[in-house]
């Protein structure tokens, strides 16, 4: 399984950004599909996470400025930030999650920059 991640860069506060993933390679679908991120110096947290039937849970702190959703068929999703804060600035991981024979799988993307600028 490969999650490709795009659309990281460097952006003013108060801008947007649209982060995509698309998986590829699984043969399967995914229970969940979502988003992490990780500051320097700080744990990777969670983002945003969409399941299959679309329940959304965002952060606190991105709640009303994030969007995340998801196309099955394709096994893609999509984060539209807006309002961006510098707070924001982190490297994001796409993450994929498949309960499979009573297992959960965790699969990760190569993370992307989002840097907001103040």
């Known amino acids: 399984v490969q999650l490709q991640a795009s659309g990281g860069g460097l952006v003013q506060a108060g801008g947007s950004l649209r982060l995509s993933c698309a998986a590829s390679g699984s043969g399967f679908s995914f229970n969940a599909m979502g988003w992490y991120r990780q500051a320097p110096g700080k744990e990777r947290e969670l983002v945003a996470s969409?399941?299959?039937?679309?329940?959304?849970d965002y952060a606190d702190s991105v709640k009303g400025r994030f969007t995340i959703s998801r196309d099955n068929a394709k096994n893609t999703v999509v984060l539209q930030m807006n309002s961006l804060k510098p707070g924001d600035t982190a490297v994001y991981y796409c993450?994929?999650?498949?309960?499979?024979?009573?297992?959960?799988?965790?699969?990760w993307g190569q993370g992307t920059q989002v840097t907001v600028s103040s």
């Open positions: 993450n994929a999650r498949s309960r499979r024979s009573g297992r959960w799988y965790n699969y």
């Open positions: 969409i399941t299959s039937d679309d329940n959304t």
